[in-house]
């Protein structure tokens, strides 16, 4: 369903107004953080040579509309792990699977391209929407992490997930 592709200055803007809007940053560690500004993303979606652990792509459905960023994070070469961050910033496009088909396409890359042995994301707990794709992309539910965040000052639950390359090739259809 989706087409992955290399972040690029040109992109910014778009990502800079889908961080910035409320019902998007509700669930993410934005939600307290001041707003995004180009200068702010430009470094957490790895365009500075800082960034070399981060590889972030654009979500791009298959008509060429980017809809979303999907990222592999703290990329570890060591202990072969990394961090899955994910946002569909286009809200109309959300629960049509887009989320899905891009992480699937992220782990094959990470498990069999990047040779990385485990994936691992946190969610706040009362994203069942979030939780539930995740899950249905070979996530497991390892724990939860009890008033890891804030969101609009008030302490809540984030879930911790992840996904081994053993069980994912396994599993994968
Ligand atoms: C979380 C997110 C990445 C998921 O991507 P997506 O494209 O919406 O997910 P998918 O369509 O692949 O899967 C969503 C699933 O959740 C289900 N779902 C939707 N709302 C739900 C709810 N309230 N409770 C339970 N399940 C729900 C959908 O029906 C779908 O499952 P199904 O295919 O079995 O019907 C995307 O919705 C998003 O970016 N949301 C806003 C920001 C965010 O939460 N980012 C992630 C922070 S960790």
């Known amino acids: ?3 992955l592709r290399a972040v690029g200055e040109r992109d910014l803007p778009l990502l800079v107004r889908w961080v910035n809007d409320p019902d998007v940053r509700h669930w993410l560690h934005q939600s307290d953080r001041p707003d995004a500004t180009v200068e702010s993303v430009r470094g957490r979606f ?5 960034a070399f652990a981060n590889f972030v792509w654009m979500i791009e459905t298959l008509g060429g509309r980017p809809v979303g960023h999907v990222g592999l ?3 570890d070469p060591q202990h072969k792990r990394a961090e899955l961050a994910i ?8 629960s049509r699977g887009y ?11 990470a ?3 990047m040779g990385l042995r485990r994936v691992d994301l ?8 979030g939780i539930r794709c995740y899950e249905k992309s070979g996530f497991v539910l390892e724990g939860v992490m009890c008033e890891r965040r804030l969101r609009y000052g008030k302490p809540l639950d984030m879930v911790l997930m992840a996904v081994l390359r ?5 599993n994968r259809t």
């Open 99 to 109: 989320g899905t088909d891009a992480i699937t396409t992220v782990l094959r890359h």
């Open 111 to 113: 498990f069999e391209e």
């Open 166 to 170: 053993e069980e994912w090739l396994a």
């Open 1 to 3: 369903m989706v087409k």
């Open 46 to 50: 790895g365009l500075t040579e800082e």
């Open 122 to 129: 946190h969610t706040d707990a009362d994203n069942a929407r």
């Open 73 to 75: 994070l703290r990329v």
């Open 87 to 94: 946002s569909i910033g286009e809200k109309e496009c959300w």
